[in-house]
């Protein structure tokens, strides 16, 4: 039996690397094609996030690296496609995710950034990484409600503007 090389390449068990990033990049391209209906657009992004969450490699820099691609899909659909039942198109789910995603609090960041030029490598690589993965919350911003959560997410974006 023939199998669709996308369900393939996502299938447990199968290789990392560079046909998983492929994947990721190609379902995303079709996520975004103007030309197609909304329902295949959804469709396509969806195995981009799988993709992108099967991509290899531990640590924090991957894990930012993955987040900030997952969230960057996710922020596109909810604004070109519209939200939806499914958690991955629910605003506040992308909100909570970007959340718990951060290691730092918006205050530490402000903080460490004062002064980044003088701070290790690796701490200027955590700002960093901070920094990509709160890239969308301008876009997300218009799509969650007044409350705590939103404060944090505007917290964010105004700390943003001092991090590497």
Known sequence: ???????????????????LEHIRVLAQSH??????PQ????????????????????GSRNAARKGSQNFALRTWVIEHL????????DPEALAADTLAALTLD????????ANWHDLPTERIGELRQHKNMTAHLDQLMAFIPTGPTKDRLNSWTEVRKYLP
């Open 82 to 89: 519209g939200t939806g039942t499914d958690r991955d198109w």
């Open 39 to 58: 329902v295949v657009r959804l469709r396509w992004a969806k195995p981009s996030l799988k993709a992108n969450e099967r991509l290899p490699g531990g």
């Open 106 to 113: 918006p205050g530490q960041a402000r903080a460490l950034s």
């Open 31 to 36: 996520a975004y094609r103007s030309d197609e």
């Open 1 to 19: 039996m023939n199998r669709h090389p996308v369900a393939v390449a996502l299938a447990p068990g199968h290789g990392p690397g560079i046909e």
